[in-house]
């Protein structure tokens, strides 16, 4: 509850900040001042029990230490995001404050998908998360692709919520029970009416769409590549995280005495987003649209705890949070520096600016899954979650040869920062690249390797 309502609020208090605050400079230390508030709080409440409300919420909302510790991380995360793209962040429009308490409201939705208890909230989580990303993907009002990205994403994402709507209505009128509490649907127990299988079916569909797991993917490039790349850092990062906690959470707690019968369904999902995903990244020149494809490509790891719902499954989704957050914030904020998207744009850069060269490859290493990044672990852990499930091992095995795929498109990148000559005589860079961005940078990147040597960092909070 610490995190719902303390990030509403000043999600509020940065609104108004936008009113009454001329200042472009101002409303990142007043987001930076409020979101170590929540995390603190929150971190309180999750080591001890400190809930600053307690409003009747008649079971809505359940807290435990795994979905706190997930806030935790997401939080963190949001953190490192906000202190290195700050600057970026007041480049996109006039309205600062505004884009900042969007970004409350979208964690204020982030822990209500993590906490939900029941499908209405499940529902009301997504859209407080998905209003204010259509509004951030528009912001850049000049920009005609922004325009358009935000458009398709409405229509697409309006189609999806049509679709989780339609299948909790199912799932209402299919269980004997007739309730929305997910601990309380007793699926399972019997044979499964067929309202039940439309109803899960359907929720299926909506929550692939939302984590952009193919085939429900096709909405992800276009809207990545035309948002603020700055913005494009923050929605494939947490909030997908999220998604796939949402998504994991809803299939532990109410169908996971149903395993045996979407268990395939999962599967095919899985391996189409891998496939599509990897394949298809092979081929774009364009650095941001290579990163969007790659999300769906991480997308398809992360379905790997969907389809195996085990005690690895909880603890690698918490890794490939963190893991995949930190070293794709790293690489978008090298991109938002950068005038040239291209790969070709990136040829020369260890000469011109070796740090940001240096961030960049652990960064895009941690994405292939090397060994002592946070990526290798976070792909460890999911792979050990599908091998501990006992079925489909086979599905291991592609996961591994598609991690294989991503090392190439991956690698390109690196070998035009490092064995490539520029055409230019320097690299054109957007603005500046100050000192404190740097040194962001590198926190990343120690982040990167900590994680990476040492997962137990993570791993044993949630048994602390």
């Known amino acids: ?24 400079s101002v409303p990142k230390y007043l987001a930076v001042t409020g979101l170590v508030c929540v995390l603190v709080f929150n971190i309180l409440q999750e080591f001890n029990g400190l809930s600053l409300f307690n409003f009747p919420i008649q079971d809505m909302l359940r807290t435990d230490n795994f979905n706190l510790l997930f806030i935790t991380l997401i939080l963190g995360c949001t953190l490192v995001y906000f202190l290195l793209n ?25 822990a209500i998908v993590s906490t939900f208890n029941t499908l209405l909230m499940l529902f009301i989580g997504i859209e407080i998360i998905s209003i204010p990303l259509y509004i951030l993907t528009a912001s850049d009002k000049r920009n005609l692709k922004s325009n358009e990205a935000a458009l398709k994403y409405f229509l697409m994402g309006a189609f999806s919520t049509g679709i ?29 009416p067929v309202l039940v299988a439309v109803g899960l079916l359907l929720l299926l569909v909506s929550m692939s769409f939302k984590v952009s797991a193919a085939p429900f ?30 998504f994991l959470r809803l299939f532990t707690n109410a169908f996971g005495a149903l395993q045996a019968q979407w268990q395939t369904l999962v599967l095919i999902i899985t391996v189409a987003t891998l496939v599509i995903g990897n394949i298809t990244a092979v081929f774009q020149q364009s650095v941001k649209r290579m990163l969007s494809y790659s999300s769906i490509a991480q997308a398809g790891f992360m379905m790997l705890a969907i389809f195996a719902i085990n005690t690895k499954a909880r603890e690698g989704i918490l890794l490939y949070s963190v893991a995949y957050s930190l070293a794709t914030i790293g690489m978008f904020g090298v991109l938002t520096k950068m005038k040239d998207y291209t790969i070709d744009g990136f040829n020369g850069l260890a000469k011109t600016q070796p740090l940001m060269a240096f961030a960049a490859t652990v960064c895009l290493l ?24 006992g079925q489909h091992f086979w599905l291991v095995i592609v996961a591994v040869l598609l991690a294989a795929v991503s090392a190439y498109y991956y690698f390109k990148i690196i070998q035009a920062i490092y064995f490539k000559e520029s055409e230019t005589d320097s690299i054109v860079f957007e603005g500046t690249v100050t000192s404190p961005f740097k040194w962001m940078l590198l926190v990343i990147v120690a982040l990167i390797l900590m994680v990476g040597i040492y997962p137990e960092i993570i791993i044993g909070l949630l048994y602390a």
């Not at 509850?1 to 472009?24: D, P």
Request: net charge negative.
């Open 217 to 246: 993917h096709f909405w992800t490039p276009d809207v990545y590549d035309g948002a603020p790349t700055v913005f494009t850092s923050f929605m494939s990062t947490m909030v997908k995280a999220a998604g796939f906690f949402a």
């Open 86 to 110: 700050a600057t970026e962040i007041e480049k996109v429009g006039e309205h600062v404050g505004e884009y900042y308490a969007l970004i409350f409201f979208i964690l204020s939705g982030i």
């Open 164 to 192: 989780m709507l339609m299948g909790i209505a199912f799932l209402y009128g299919g269980t004997p029970n007739a309730t929305f509490y997910i601990h309380l649907l007793q699926l399972g127990t019997g044979t499964l």
């Open 366 to 389: 941690s994405l292939t899954g090397v060994p002592l990044t946070a990526g290798f672990q976070s792909k460890f852990f999911m792979l050990m979650a599908a091998v501990e499930n």
């Open 1 to 24: 509850m610490n995190a719902i309502i303390l990030s509403a609020i000043w999600g509020v208090v940065m609104m108004f900040a936008g009113v009454f605050i001329k200042n472009k």
